[in-house]
């Protein structure tokens, strides 16, 4: 904290000013007189900056005081960055390299300054234009495993655990905000649903699907009282950013402790869409089918390499509050800590089903929606794509116990993509 | 609070100093000089006095900042004081009568003065003596029911909720003695478990199960991270104190967010000890046939009237982040939140009976044993009485999905107790 000025929106004038205070700063980018700042949109919550000069170059994210894509009309706490640094902090140790570096954090301004991440573009830009990652599912697995397992109580003691689970219990208007969107708001009428014109139908026939909201309220339960490890909570396409060879993760602004099979969920539900949205922009069927198969497979790669990954830290990082070692391998019973574990990952498994399903309805009945749609200019072709999606959707939602895993889930794909298996 | 005095153990003669300048007391009591303290036996963790004048009658609890059972060799926060205080509040506004009333509390000394249950007795107490209860079922059932679903997400809104998840999770240091003792101890040798003569090859077979570890790993998991609701977090027939008429529910200073189940299993798992203790001293096979009778009645009784209430409460006070009437009700899907309710009694369930075949384990093979077993005079027959204990908690943490309800799990307790059906 630097500071107890008030908080005002900055422009890149203010900011300059008041970054060009900090040495942390103009250790790494030399006096301000030198540096360029530029305003860059972002999505809805916060003011983004790029200040470069000719040593380096960082981002400056502020929080606003409301929800930019709503105007005004919904005040946000700006505390939200606070949670956002602290799980910046965390996570990134959690992987390191994965996560931009924190420069700075000014909390009077709601105002964190860090790695400038460049040339990354956002996934989901990516996605779109039909670009092959070839590390990309590697890279996200092995994030998924180090952040969820290294923030349970696997791997935590008591007193860190619980004094954690206290700080993150503050983003509770974060927490409340995806409870009503994702969880709520997709089965019923709210005047925050939108929907592609021709989906009017498909929206009334969820909102009339009983077996479908029972699994909603499941799943919101699982998500609002299942605190097993600190979650990015906002882990979609469009909170990473990639090269050709590197994915980074940013956005954690929604942490907070919950099930594991959210965050990997709410991948695995994007990528899913991804998949579906790609015959509203490749003709050449040939081209559209090798691009689908490479997302499916990237599907597949971060499930595999989450559970193997998982697994190794399983065996060696466990002790924590549930690691458990004296009951199993310090008295030659290792099987029952592999007992454990494969109980662990089955549970694991139908939630990220399960939360992948209810993203997919959110994302395409609720308020927001993805890029990765909306860039279908074809209004009645996105729909179609929509409407395939809603249909797997609710498989995921209603069906997590049937799949046993990720390729049973990519001929699922394929199949209601309607293409030869 | 009151002051900032240093934190000092009282005795009568500092304690009446302390109280008698508190006009909350000398409006209850009159003034001090009329008063007559004396220090009563409490269990473990605090120093317990009652207060007594012409006019009333008070109990003053103060935290002691080491296990007194084990010595000052094990220290412990003064801070529980707070979290029982706060806990007393909470759980009495939500099943009113149930809980004593709070009169005072002196953060300083970490003292809470409260209401003087007389002529209250420990249930424990009461059920060596044989004593029947008419209406303790139906109280503590409905205290259950209470307590725990208005402290769920489905009847608080998401800031009350994720501040008092924040508040409670600052009482981690108990939490923590809880994973230890319970979950982990009774399945390892320890240096602080004991068993009766006897039970030495019984405890190293409980070590040397691994399905039963592993059963105890994932209730651990169960315990750590699924926080449904503020438990009483040390709920057996210790901190239930009774009448022929009244019974009241004290000592929460184990408060934390948890499963439901864990709050009715310990009372359950006790009330099966209960049971099985009955053969250790009542020579009269009728007598003791009738009262083991009674026993089981009162954990049927406890469970049928939990469900009635809380799907009482369920029809009624369903306003909170999981109410989700939206979904259903409001749009004429009642069919949709009976079914989401049935998914959770039946998982409520399963826990219950998990942790209740857990507390039979941990009170036999751990630390803290229970009156119930100890007022056996013959160690054979206290040993035979615990065995036959043990073999039910291990049905119960591994077969729980096949016990179908309360009735079943009174046959199985015949059963096990050689009894003919």
Redesign the interface.
Known sequence: MLDKSPYEPLNAATLTRRLGGMPELTRRLGPAAHWQVREVGDGNLNLVFIVESPKGAAVAKQALPYARCVGESWPMSLERAFFEYHALVRLGARDPGRLPEVYAFDQSQALIVMEYLAPHVILRKSLVEGVVLPELGGHLGRYLARSLFRGS?FAMD??H???D???F?????L??IS?DLIF?DP??ASPRNRVTAGLEGDAAAA?AD?DL??A???L??RF?????TLLHGDFHTGSVMVTDRDSRVIDPEFAFYGPMGFDIGSLLGNLMMAFFAQSGYRADHAACIAYQDWILDVAETVWWVFAAEFARLWKSGRNG??G?R???E??G?E??AR??LT??MEEVWRDTLGFAGIEMHRRILGLAHILEFEAIANEGLRAECERRALAMGRVLMLRARTLRGPREVSALARTMAERPL
């Open positions: 109580d008591t007193a655990r619980k004094a689970l206290a700080l219990a503050g983003n509770g208007e927490c409340g409870e709520t089965f019923r909102r009983r909201k029972v909603a309220a499941a919101k339960r609002a009282t299942s605190a097993e509050i549930l458990l004296e009951l199993f310090d008295v019973h099987i029952g007992s454990v109980d662990l």
